[in-house]
């Protein structure tokens, strides 16, 4: 699932990189089986870059033979590589250890092992809590709530902790347990988990009142569009009153799936811009996978929709082929780029920001719906058996207009 840029070969990716939402039971929701390449002159020092470094190797040598402080020659090399990544001040390109690297492109096929909870980090504080718990899931089960917020991990603080030291610290085999210590209001909880493999349909799919269609996509994995085209084969879409496409916490994925399902849809044009800077700017157009749904279509949206999920969205609501409901996005505008390195860690570099078909770059602005529906995880956990936004997208389908809240 990789495409070609300056005659290289390299994964897009769209997901949300380790600000926002990591799934602990599958890793990094980023896609995996990354065509990845290096040249071998990729590992030497460019013209002019021998001097340059100089100062470097001073330093290098000064603290392995005079520090009063062990360390090892590893520990130095990956602090200088993430120094040079921290200089961009980019939250979203970022060194990747070989065992985060690892776990980062874990096996995005559904079944997974780990506890089965989102988190968000707080840029205000930090902070790394948790967005939401997988039904079923073992954090469900041992009692974590939406917006618990870690404190501690096997007794470990994680004050300052990425959610990538998080997911490497909380992620184990099944049947193993893990002590979260967690922040719930003005309480300090802890709570023992026993890790599982789970398996997680990325796509679900049922018939609602009124003879309305609904899917739910979680990721934007490579086969996602297959999976789609057998959940609306499955509901005789074209027979539907409507249909419902909830995206509303999903992180993201692969740019090619991103453009695989916006093209079920859109039967041809614009779906997005990738902008490399300087104009150097490259479109995408529906791919001619067109499917045919000449049904009305409602997306739901929400603030745990980023990445992918908005560039789909984007694309629907510009080319006016669907209505969006729920909550303004995340706002992640931005395209990544994996390179693994020769020690077996890699690297993920920002090297491109997209714009939906009306040239709107969505970075930290989200994407705005057609109609507001807000519904917190405070109201979800008061009453989990409402559900707001859905409720409004079928009410759209069926009377056109949504009921002010």
């Known amino acids: ?29 980023l896609g995996n089986n990354q065509a990845v390449s290096y040249a071998q002159s990729d590992t030497s020092a460019p013209p002019g870059a021998e001097e340059l470094f100089q100062p470097f190797w001073q330093v290098y040598n000064l603290i392995l033979s005079d520090s009063l402080k062990e360390v090892e020659p590893k520990d130095l090399m990956e602090g200088a590589i993430n120094g040079m990544m921290d200089t961009l001040g980019d939250q979203f390109s970022g060194y990747m250890s070989p065992d985060i690297y690892a776990l980062m492109n874990a096996d995005l096929s559904g079944e997974v092992e780990g506890i089965g909870a989102l988190v968000r980090t707080n840029e205000e504080t930090n902070e790394v809590s948790i967005a939401s718990v997988l039904e079923g899931s073992p954090a469900e089960a041992a009692g974590v709530m939406s917006g618990d917020v870690f404190v501690a991990v096997d007794g470990e603080d994680v004050s300052g902790w990425t959610q990538t030291e998080l997911v490497g610290k ?10 979260i210590t967690f922040r719930r209001g003005e309480d300090l909880i802890d709570i023992t988990i026993t890790r599982a493999r789970i398996s997680i349909p990325n796509v679900e799919s049922r018939m609602l009142e009124g003879n309305v269609g609904y899917v739910k996509l979680r990721d934007f994995t490579p086969d996602a569009r297959t999976e789609l085209d057998a959940a609306l084969q499955l509901l005789d879409v074209n027979n539907l009153n409507g249909l419902v496409f909830d995206l509303r916490g999903n992180p993201g994925g692969l740019l090619t799936s991103a453009i695989d399902i916006a093209s079920a849809f859109i039967k041809n044009g614009v779906i997005l811009t ?54 303004v996005t995340f706002g992640k505008g931005t395209v990544q780029t994996w390179r693994e390195l020769v020690n077996g860690g890699g690297v993920r570099l920002t090297i491109a920001r997209w714009l939906t078909p009306n040239g709107n770059w969505i970075h930290e602005q989200g994407v705005t719906p057609d109609f507001i529906v807000e519904w917190t995880p405070e109201d979800h956990a008061a009453n989990p058996d409402a559900d707001p936004q859905l409720d409004a997208a079928v009410q759209f389908l069926q009377t056109g207009v949504v009921a002010p809240q």
Not at 2 to 14: D, E, G, I, Y
Not at 276 to 296: D, K, L, M, Q, W
Not at 299 to 312: C, P
């Open 1 to 29: 699932m990789s495409v070609l840029h300056a005659l290289k070969q390299r994964t897009r990716h769209l997901g949300i990189s380790v600000l926002v939402l990591v799934v602990f039971v599958a890793g990094f929701t």
């Open 170 to 179: 909380v992620r184990g085999r099944a049947g193993t347990d893990v002590t």
């Open 274 to 327: 990738e902008d490399f800077g300087h104009g150097n700017e490259r479109p995408y157009e529906a791919n001619g996978s067109y499917i045919g749904v000449s049904v009305p279509l409602v997306v739901l949206v929400d603030e745990n929709s980023a990445s992918a999920s908005e560039l789909v969205a984007g694309a629907l609501q510009d080319r006016g082929r669907a209505t969006l409901v729920g909550q």
